[in-house]
């Protein structure tokens, strides 16, 4: 019975991964195909090869990345792109939701973005209960006027296991405690709910 209870144990680690990671793709697969749809009927890879194959949307959503990000790259491009910046900045709701959705993908995707700059620790949601959290900046605008006293900083703290979803918060810089382990690792702690530790970090060298 116990030898039983371990190679179910066993299959559980080894199909749950599997199963999960094969549902994501195919759900991104899924999402992804829908760019078939801006293509005429007769184009479309059911009809041109008889059968559905899955996965022609991914391809055809990388040549347009491709396409836009070679042609917003040059110079003809980049003065496009501007212009359509100020176009969309004249709309009253739209220029809200548009200046905030791009100002989070610049500092995500743009080569010199830096979203989650440190890992920190922080007491969170209570004293003495201790989370990580990502520094991402420092609080600007109207807000530094209230905020006296002490140098702060803007923290987002995750939840786990799907770190997308958390909170932002402002925090005395003095009660952050800065870790020694990369924004990377620190994320997979959170996800994994603690369980893929990272390691510790390395010691000195001393000569």
Not at 137 to 161: F, Q
């Amino acid at each position: 019975m116990h030898a039983l209870r371990n190679w179910l144990v066993a299959g559980l680690l080894v199909v749950v991964p599997v199963a999960i990671t094969l549902s994501v793709l195919n759900w991104v697969v899924g999402i992804l195909d829908q760019t078939l749809l801006i293509l005429p009927q007769s184009w479309h890879p059911d009809r041109v090869f008889g059968i559905h194959i899955p996965g022609f949307g991914v391809l055809l959503t990388l040549a347009i990345l491709l396409l836009v990000g070679a042609a917003a790259s040059n110079f003809i491009g980049k003065r496009l792109v501007v212009l359509g910046d100020r176009i969309v900045a004249r709309i009253p709701v739209v220029r809200s939701i548009y200046s905030s959705v791009k100002q989070v993908s610049d500092t995500l995707f743009s080569p010199g973005g830096n979203a989650f700059r440190k890992a920190v620790l922080v007491q969170w949601p209570l004293p003495d209960v201790w989370t990580i959290a990502f520094v991402t900046g420092t609080p600007g605008g109207d807000v530094t006027t209230h905020l006296t006293g002490a140098d702060w900083v803007s923290v987002y703290v995750p939840t786990t296991p799907n770190p997308t979803g958390g909170y932002f918060v402002m925090l005395r810089k003095s009660d952050c405690i800065e870790l020694k382990m990369s924004v990377d690792d620190a994320l997979k702690y959170v996800v994994s709910m603690g369980v893929v530790a990272p390691g510790a970090p390395a010691a000195p060298n001393n000569q």
